[in-house]
């Protein structure tokens, strides 16, 4: 049986993942002419509203095609998941659906929203689940791909 993924090896797959958004983020936001350090700032009066609500919302949108087209793709892994021999599966360690991903990715704002505790969670668990991963009912694992094929819309 393969071993749970614990929060540190987590942290650095995230890591990863997070390095390879901000600079996609950053590209599109330069090819969109949008200036990220002016439209992060609420306080700043010559920020613009619009370009910082299409960046949120281009981001958004980058964050559920990278995880949860990732993490139900044949890979079942992030980049940085997969480069640190990880991959996410549901409880009987099969594959997830692209929905499936896509309620844990959605999950995770919850995870954030209270303190990071979902994340911390995974520290604590038996099974190495954030708040999220039970939410969503997936396990992380130290592994391989299982190679099933879910249903696309299950």
Known sequence: MNEYAGFWIRVGAYIIDAIILGIAQYVIAMILGIDMMASADPMDPTASAGGSMLLNVISLGMGIAYFAGLE???????????????????????????????GRYLA????????????????????????HDMLAGTLVYKGQPSGSDPAVFS
């Open 72 to 102: 139900s793709s044949n890979w079942q892994a992030t980049v940085g998941k997969k480069a640190l021999g990880l991959v996410v599966t549901d409880l009987n360690g099969q594959r997830i659906s692209f929905l499936k991903a896509l």
């Open 108 to 131: 995770k704002i919850l995870s954030a929203l209270i303190l990071l505790i979902g994340f911390i969670m995974v520290a604590f668990t038996e099974r190495k689940q954030g708040l």
